[in-house]
């Protein structure tokens, strides 16, 4: 095969930020048909390593082999011809582009004579598809698709390019469970030809697909060994420097007042479609409600409906007594509002603005960060390093720009500011999304905490055992409705499969 992979190896990786040593002294190695899951808490420099071996950054000090000979790439695309190919957990695809059009953007064989052959290109996706069981519609447009049928893509498209060793960022992270099997699946069947590492914080799927695990703490290697010598539990404590136990909601019925109360609603989706259909749901205070359900089901629709993003149709949003469907979003702040969005980095912060400036976002013109629209920067610069300090949040300082720092840290930064806030009621959806287990800890006690004060919470999310655990009720929605709403004993992986799947108890 050209370009076959047989072995690589990164020897005394050594990186330097201003302020961060990112990578300290790391040495990993790959064999043939390998699969390597490099894992580890949010900023320990998983994603700087790989971007040192795909040539986005370059090492201070060490080396990188193939096959045992010195390797030194001056981007990505020497990266590529050596045979190498990145998934990012952010998706590098063009929105109104058809996934041939997608792929042909980095397929230098297809343009002849100045003229690109789009047909030899979507010949090309077919075949990569095809062989590797990745099933797309190379004519659809990427809009049209899935999360997960993005992800595809993007499998493709680096297959397509010709990569013989595949590097891939927190897969599973936007996936829906089925979806994260499915991939599961392809990537083990992908290993029989390809050489993977792949990070995650899901030891679940590291556990199920990877031969040997790494784990970085603070940019430096404390573990390597056989995945299958270890238990799930054993690595999250290896991870994390201690034993990780997520708590369960096991406490007794607040019984709280209605304070959210949806009649009816129908919203209309991106093209069109009723997205919510006659939806109706109540959530009390000092309670969680989680929803669940298959993505694409609504649930993005309900939040941003609730929170003034998206306009409703019809029916009612009933928060404290007070209709705020159709409000903008700055009344919904202003009547107590917290919400912790799906799309961290276009709703949940400013990726320019500073760590400081993010955490105060939706109250910079309210004490104690303002008195008469002057700000106050001691309380600012206050707020924030306590912040940092309570959630961990890794960065060079307080003053560095949000959008620099990793997915798992943007969604730190989003927490701090929504669970410290003062809010009466919160939205979480897919609070948890890219954090690793310690964190993961941290925020689930953090939630049960708001909880216990008396604050009403709407969980979304796609991982069950997160809403099992943390939830008094689960609801769960289907094509836009409710489809039956579980207390918390009857709650059980295989009941809300059932559900999910749009079949009624009923029937």
Excluded at 28 to 45: K, P, R, W, Y
Excluded at 279 to 307: F, K, P, T, W, Y
């Amino acid at each position: 095969m050209e370009n076959r992979i047989t072995s690589l190896k990164m020897e005394h990786i050594t990186k330097r930020f201003p302020g961060v040593l990112a990578s300290d002294d790391i040495t990993i190695s790959v064999g043939e048909g390998e699969v390597l899951a490099l894992v580890g808490e949010n900023g320990a420099g998983k994603t700087t390593l790989m971007n040192i071996l795909m040539g986005i950054y370059q090492q201070d000090e060490g080396r990188i082999l193939i096959n045992g000979k010195e390797v030194r790439f001056r981007g990505p695309e020497d990266a590529f011809n050596a045979g190498l190919g990145m998934v990012h957990q952010q998706y590098m695809l063009v929105q109104n582009m058809t996934v041939t059009e997608n792929v042909a953007l980095g397929y230098k064989k297809a343009w002849k004579h100045g003229i690109l052959d789009l047909k030899m290109v979507r010949d090309r996706v077919v075949e990569v598809s095809t062989k590797y069981g990745l099933a797309v519609n190379p004519d659809a447009y990427i809009w049209q698709l899935s999360v997960g049928e993005q992800q595809r893509v993007e499998l493709v498209k680096t297959l397509s390019l010709g990569a013989k060793f595949l590097i891939l960022d927190e897969p599973t992270s936007a996936l829906t469970p089925q979806e994260t099997d499915e991939l599961i699946v392809l990537l083990k069947n992908m290993s029989k030809e390809l050489s993977i590492i792949f990070i995650s914080h899901k030891l679940q799927e590291v556990k199920a697909l990877s031969n040997k695990v790494t784990i970085l703490r603070h940019g430096k290697v404390v573990f390597s060994g056989n995945t299958d010598d270890y238990s799930s539990s054993e690595i999250a404590a290896k991870m994390t420097g201690h034993e990780v136990e997520l708590p369960k909601n096991e406490e007794p019925d607040m019984n709280g007042e209605v304070v959210l109360d949806i009649k009816n609603l129908c919203v209309k989706g991106d093209r069109g479609n009723l997205a919510l259909d006659h939806l109706c749901l109540q959530v009390r205070s000092g309670e969680i409600i989680g929803l669940a359900g298959v993505s694409g089901n609504g649930q993005r629709e309900l939040a941003e409906a609730i929170n003034g993003i998206r306009a409703t149709e019809s029916g009612s949003i009933c928060f404290y007594g007070k209709e705020i469907s159709n409000l903008n979003p700055n009344q919904v702040i202003d009547n107590g509002m917290g919400y912790i969005p799906e799309e961290r980095n276009i709703e949940g912060i400013v990726p320019s603005f500073s760590i400081r400036e993010n955490l105060v976002l939706k109250d910079v013109e309210k004490k104690p960060f303002s008195i008469k629209r002057l700000l106050k920067r001691k309380s600012i610069d206050k707020n924030a390093s306590d912040l940092r300090k309570d959630f961990d949040i890794r960065s060079p300082g307080i003053n560095t720009a949000g959008g620099s720092l990793s997915g798992g840290n943007i969604q730190k930064v989003i927490l701090a500011r929504e669970l410290t806030r003062g809010a009466k009621f919160l939205i979480a959806v897919y609070p948890t999304r890219g954090l690793d287990m310690g964190a993961v800890e941290f925020i689930h006690q953090q939630l049960l905490q708001k909880r216990r004060e008396g604050v009403g919470i709407l969980l979304i999310s796609e991982e069950l055992d997160e809403i099992i655990n943390l939830s008094d009720r689960v609801a769960v929605i289907y094509k836009g409705r409710i489809q039956k709403v579980l207390p918390r004993e009857d709650a059980n992986r295989r009941t809300l499969g059932i559900l999910m799947a749009g079949v009624s108890q009923d029937d």
